[in-house]
Nanobody, 111 residues
Framework: QVRLVESGGGLVQPGGSLRLSCAAS????????MGWYRQAPGKQREVVAD???????NYADSVKGRFTISRDSAKNTVYLQMNSLEPEDAAVYYC?????WGQGTQVTVSS
C-alpha cells in the first residue's frame, strides 16, 4: 500500500522560504516519477514540479527559478524547496505518485 505524507507547510512572509517534504512508503521513489501539485481556493489543482525516475525535473512557469524539486533515496522522501515566495503561491500542496495523493500541507504567504 502506497502512502504519501507531506509536511513542512506553514505561514511565511512574502520573499520567504519553505521546504516541503513528502515521505513515501510502499514504493521506491528513486525509480518513480513523482510530482508536487497545489490547489488554491476556488482554483483547479495544478502541477508545480515533477521529477522523473531518471531524475529529470520540470517546473511550472510560475515557479521556475524559485522552486526546486529533489529526492533523497535513503530517506525515500521527495522535497520541494520554495524560495522567494509570493502571495500567489499560497495553496494546499500535494505530493503525487500515479493515482496516489498525500493529504496535503497548507502554505500561507502573508505579511
Amino acid at each position: 500500500q502506497v502512502r504519501l505524507v507531506e509536511s513542512g507547510g506553514g505561514l511565511v512572509q512574502p520573499g520567504g522560504s519553505l521546504r516541503l517534504s513528502c515521505a513515501a512508503s510502499g514504493m521506491i521513489i528513486s525509480i518513480a516519477a513523482m510530482g508536487w501539485y497545489r490547489q488554491a481556493p476556488g482554483k483547479q489543482r495544478e502541477v508545480v514540479a515533477d521529477i522523473s525516475s531518471g531524475g529529470r525535473t520540470n517546473y511550472a512557469d510560475s515557479v521556475k527559478g524559485r522552486f526546486t524539486i529533489s529526492r533523497d533515496s535513503a530517506k525515500n522522501t521527495v522535497y520541494l524547496q520554495m524560495n522567494s515566495l509570493e502571495p500567489e503561491d499560497a495553496a494546499v500542496y500535494y505530493c503525487n505518485y500515479r493515482h496516489w495523493w498525500g493529504q496535503g500541507t497548507q502554505v500561507t504567504v502573508s505579511s
